[in-house]
């Protein structure tokens, strides 16, 4: 009979069987390559990475980052050498030391993103909104920067 460690074994208290899975992912990750400390903001605070999207529209680029439960004073974004920078730190909210804590799911700790800007983009025209944990990034392209369309022939 094979040993099973609880830390093993699906969680009792969550309705996601992807979220146990990538559980037991991070858990085998961890026990191989050891805790890594560059995906850490502290003790006992996890790697948080907000999901984006980048939409390409005939005259703008946008990016949308969801910051649940994140303040837009701890949100930081900037441009240095043709490269936006998303900063920002989710704080855990501990009210009281005697808390007793059986179950944590929720990522805190901070992130960056960064993704490079095609040369299109109006940089000095970037502007920004949050609203409802949702930040939206909106880079306009420089006028009569839009790609043309070009016919490619296929050869017989």
């Known amino acids: ?3 099973k460690s609880p830390g093993l074994l ?9 979220a146990d899975l990538r559980k037991e992912m991070d858990q085998a990750l961890e026990s ?6 560059l995906l850490s903001a502290s003790a006992g605070e996890a790697f948080l990475a907000p999901s984006i999207d980048v939409v390409e529209k005939d005259d703008q680029i946008v990016l949308t980052a969801e910051l649940p439960g994140i303040s837009e004073d ?18 855990m909210e501990k009210k009281d030391d005697k808390d007793n804590y059986h179950v944590v799911e929720r990522r805190y700790g901070s992130f960056q993103r960064s993704m490079r800007l095609p040369p ?10 949050f609203d409802k944990g949702v930040l939206t990034i909106t880079m306009p392209k420089k006028p009569g920067t839009a790609p043309a369309e070009r016919k490619i022939a296929i050869e017989k």
């Open 1 to 3: 009979m094979a040993d």
């Open 10 to 18: 699906p969680s009792l208290w969550s309705d996601n069987p992807f």
């Open 32 to 37: 191989f390559f050891g805790k890594n400390k």
């Open 74 to 91: 701890a949100i930081d974004i900037a441009i240095q050498n043709g490269v936006l920078s998303l900063k920002g730190e989710k704080k």
């Open 120 to 129: 299109s983009v109006d940089e000095a025209a970037v502007a920004a909104k």
